[in-house]
């Protein structure tokens, strides 16, 4: 699974993680590499091996000048492209220098995020695809807000809670005597958490695409109307929400793998229409719906630690997990499971269909490359520039004709501006 993921792009910081030029150096753990990240001279990201080559100290306490970032041990010094620039130690004039590298890989920045290819070497550049064109990294920065959060177990159970529209009839339900603007977190009115909350067996339909599939989820809303929420996968790890109506933000989210037990999951808001206000901005910050609120090291401030800090007594009264934070209760629930989940004790049913989609595309990704066959879709890059979100249709149309009324187009991809 890990080289396919190495197939495409990947997340590996925010930008503001790496503010300045010759600033200081970042840890980075990804796809179970220690690596460093630093912003060079010229404002290039670099995103090398942790280890200097020399005696194997480790450049995150490194130097960042002039181009390059210095080992303090004996100096050494190193590009953005990982060629040794400077051995200090060496005798002048001697080829040693040309064949020192330490593994470097590729970066662009996209959407106010680091993107790193980690594929194989021998693939760069010629056979490398473009950035998958996800839509909120395609608007100017005032129409979005980006962040990050790490959940402390395996990608793939952290995705599947993103692709499950039916726990939002539990897991995220105020108390029925609770109005909803007294639960801020939840993305609905009331009509909506009535819909929610009064079916929670939502029938499924699932459509393909050439990057993964849309999930729609349709529940009785009033009289003969049907209440859809619809989700988009894209591979290897994308997804976006199934609340946002017409005129509200999209939310979407990224699930990059640091090892096996741990990921980060990159959260994104974006409004094609107008730019994200201030005051939207600082309830961002803080923490809203499927953004968890965070420390400055971008880790959860309720946790497994401290139980997210859970609270019995709204429990009882008020919500449904007494955690405040529909992503801190993703988080719980997810974490809950085991860092990696046991699959061969599940019983699952009707309302688990995406889960069992989405697990056998990206087995079957995975199986197909370790046969010979590359993936095809992270050449599709423009592919990626897709829509989800909530309609209400009559009865018996079709999930395609929800998708053409929602979005004009039956998966709910977005043309792009010429």
Same mark, same amino acid.
């Given at each position: 699974?890990?080289?396919?993921?190495?197939?495409?792009?990947?997340?590996?910081?925010?930008?503001?993680?790496?503010?300045?030029?010759?600033?200081?150096?970042?840890?980075?753990?990804?796809?179970?590499?220690?690596?460093?990240?630093?912003?060079?001279?010229?404002?290039?990201?670099?995103?090398?091996?942790?280890?200097?080559?020399?005696?194997?100290?480790?450049?995150?306490?490194?130097?960042?000048?002039?181009?390059?970032?210095?080992?303090?041990?004996?100096?050494?010094?190193?590009?953005?492209?990982?060629?040794?620039?400077?051995?200090?130690?060496?005798?002048?004039?001697?080829?040693?220098?040309?064949?020192?590298?330490?593994?470097?890989?590729?970066?662009?920045?996209?959407?106010?995020?680091?993107?790193?290819?980690?594929?194989?070497?021998?693939?760069?550049?010629?056979?490398?695809?473009?950035?998958?064109?996800?839509?909120?990294?395609?608007?100017?920065?005032?129409?979005?807000?980006?962040?990050?959060?790490?959940?402390?177990?395996?990608?793939?159970?952290?995705?599947?809670?993103?692709?499950?529209?039916?726990?939002?009839?539990?897991?995220?339900?105020?108390?029925?005597?609770?109005?909803?603007?007294?639960?801020?977190?939840?993305?609905?009115?009331?009509?909506?958490?009535?819909?929610?909350?009064?079916?929670?067996?939502?029938?499924?339909?699932?459509?393909?695409?050439?990057?993964?599939?849309?999930?729609?989820?349709?529940?009785?809303?009033?009289?003969?109307?049907?209440?859809?929420?619809?989700?988009?996968?894209?591979?290897?790890?994308?997804?976006?929400?199934?609340?946002?109506?017409?005129?509200?933000?999209?939310?979407?989210?990224?699930?990059?793998?640091?090892?096996?037990?741990?990921?980060?999951?990159?959260?994104? #808001?974006?409004?094609?229409?107008?730019?994200? *206000?201030?005051?939207?901005? &600082?309830?961002? !910050?803080?923490?809203?719906? $499927?953004? @968890?609120?965070?420390?400055?090291?971008?880790?959860?401030?309720?946790?497994?630690?401290?139980?997210?800090?859970?609270?019995?007594?709204?429990?009882?009264?008020?919500?449904?997990?007494?955690?405040?934070?529909?992503?801190?209760?993703?988080?719980?629930?997810?974490?809950?499971?085991?860092?990696? #989940?046991?699959?061969?004790?599940?019983?699952? *049913?009707?309302?688990?269909? &995406?889960?069992? !989609?989405?697990?056998?595309? $990206?087995? @079957?990704?995975?199986?197909?490359?370790?046969?010979?066959?590359?993936?095809?879709?992270?050449?599709?890059?423009?592919?990626?520039?897709?829509?989800?979100?909530?309609?209400?249709?009559?009865?018996?149309?079709?999930?395609?004709?929800?998708?053409?009324?929602?979005?004009?187009?039956?998966?709910?991809?977005?043309?792009?501006?010429?």
């Amino acid at each position: 699974m890990g080289q396919y993921f190495r197939r495409f792009w990947q997340p590996v910081a925010l930008s503001e993680e790496l503010p300045q030029a010759d600033g200081p150096p970042i840890r980075v753990r990804v796809m179970g590499e220690d690596l460093v990240a630093f912003r060079d001279s010229s404002g290039r990201v670099g995103l090398v091996d942790r280890r200097c080559p020399h005696r194997g100290a480790d450049l995150y306490y490194g130097r960042n000048e002039d181009c390059g970032l210095r080992c303090v041990y004996h100096g050494w010094k190193f590009d953005a492209e990982g060629r040794a620039v400077d051995l200090p130690n060496v005798p002048p004039g001697s080829s040693y220098k040309d064949r020192i590298r330490i593994t470097a890989y590729p970066t662009r920045e996209f959407g106010e995020i680091v993107w790193a290819w980690m594929g194989p070497a021998e693939r760069w550049p010629e056979r490398v695809p473009e950035l998958s064109q996800l839509e909120f990294a395609t608007l100017p920065a005032e129409n979005r807000f980006v962040t990050k959060k790490l959940q402390e177990c395996n990608w793939a159970q952290s995705m599947e809670g993103a692709l499950d529209t039916s726990h939002f009839s539990f897991l995220h339900m105020p108390a029925p005597s609770v109005p909803s603007n007294e639960s801020p977190d939840v993305p609905a009115d009331e009509k909506r958490l009535k819909w929610i909350r009064d079916d929670p067996m939502p029938r499924f339909s699932i459509l393909p695409h050439d990057v993964g599939f849309v999930i729609g989820g349709a529940r009785r809303a009033d009289g003969r109307d049907i209440y859809w929420r619809t989700t988009q996968f894209m591979l290897p790890a994308h997804a976006t929400t199934p609340s946002t109506l017409p005129g509200e933000n999209y939310f979407g989210y990224t699930f990059v793998p640091i090892d096996d037990l741990s990921c980060w999951i990159y959260t994104y #808001v974006w409004n094609p229409e107008r730019p994200i *206000t201030d005051a939207e901005r &600082a309830k961002f !910050r803080g923490g809203h719906g $499927v953004i @968890g609120e965070v420390g400055p090291d971008y880790v959860p401030l309720r946790n497994r630690r401290n139980e997210y800090q859970i609270d019995r007594a709204d429990q009882k009264d008020r919500t449904y997990t007494g955690v405040r934070g529909l992503a801190e209760q993703d988080a719980m629930i997810q974490e809950s499971q085991g860092f990696i #989940v046991d699959r061969t004790t599940e019983n699952l *049913t009707a309302t688990d269909a &995406a889960i069992m !989609r989405f697990r056998r595309t $990206v087995m @079957g990704g995975a199986k197909a490359l370790a046969e010979g066959q590359e993936p095809e879709a992270p050449w599709r890059h423009d592919a990626f520039r897709l829509r989800s979100g909530s309609w209400i249709a009559a009865e018996g149309v079709s999930f395609e004709q929800v998708m053409m009324e929602r979005f004009g187009d039956p998966l709910g991809r977005v043309k792009a501006k010429a």
